[in-house]
């Protein structure tokens, strides 16, 4: 399966335990993207990195999230100390670097956080 | 305040005739638009996008308009299968600071095709 891969599907934490998300990009890909979506709302971004930069985290909030997209490995969303509000599906996209490409994202399934 | 707007939250048609689903838009400034496809506990598909230079893009039954006096995009699937049932999003993309990579959503539109 060549598609963006996230895992876990289902993430269960309690209030102020740490969250992981993970995200490896499809094949050839090497701009990923981190969005959030609350019930009943749409896709809200929160931050676009290449390997081994932040390119944007303007839709991070200040503080607990973290991003990383390192040399090896996937693409990490972070979450410490999650709160109620945090609970969400949380939606990896990846995209190529070269022309029109770079405009179509592509998504994984998600990642399902409920916070207790 | 909300860039793109979907105000219809739900949309249902007769399988075999047109659907048609509306976005509107209030940034000048974006460069492409894109429509995506849903499905419950799946994540968003690619369907088919265009170029804020271009007024039309066809892919098989997909069409997506852009009208850009009106700041107004819609797409267009004809004709409607059962399995177009899905909540469609509406997303644009760029033209304004910043890294200009991100996608700007609207809150989606449920499509509901009845045999």
């Known amino acids: 399966n060549a598609g963006v891969m996230q895992n876990p599907r289902h993430l269960v934490r309690r209030r102020g335990q740490e969250a992981r998300l993970r995200c490896s990009p499809m094949?050839?890909?090497?701009?990923v993207y981190w969005y959030r979506q609350l019930p009943e709302e749409g896709l809200k971004f929160m931050v676009y990195?290449?390997?081994?930069?932040?390119?944007?985290e303007s839709g991070m909030p200040k503080e607990r999230f973290s991003a990383e997209f390192p040399k090896e490995g996937p693409s990490i969303l972070r979450i410490q100390q999650v709160v109620r509000g945090d609970s969400a599906a949380y939606f990896c996209?990846?995209?190529?670097?070269?022309?029109?490409?770079?405009?179509?994202?592509?998504f994984g399934a998600g990642t399902r956080l409920s916070v207790l | 305040d909300q860039q793109v707007k979907q105000n219809s939250p739900s949309l249902s048609v007769q399988e075999g005739r047109i659907s048609i689903l509306n976005c509107d838009y209030t940034?000048?400034?974006?460069?492409?638009f894109l429509w995506y496809k849903k499905y419950p506990a799946e994540g968003p598909t690619f369907l088919i996008s265009?170029?804020?230079?271009?007024d039309k893009n066809e892919d098989g039954r997909f069409t997506v308009f852009l009208n850009k006096s009106a700041k107004h995009l819609s797409l267009h699937i004809v004709p409607s299968q059962p399995g177009d049932s899905a909540v469609y999003f509406c997303?644009?993309?760029?033209?304004?600071?910043?890294?200009?990579?991100?996608?700007?959503f609207g809150k989606g539109t449920k499509l509901s095709v009845k045999p």
């Open positions: 996209a990846s995209s190529s670097s070269q022309g029109v490409g770079k405009v179509i994202q592509y």
């Open positions: 094949k050839g890909h090497s701009h």
């Open positions: 990195l290449q390997k081994e930069n932040i390119i944007d």
């Open positions: 940034n000048s400034m974006f460069d492409y």
């Open positions: 265009i170029s804020s230079i271009k």
């Open positions: 997303a644009a993309k760029g033209g304004y600071g910043g890294s200009q990579g991100n996608l700007i």
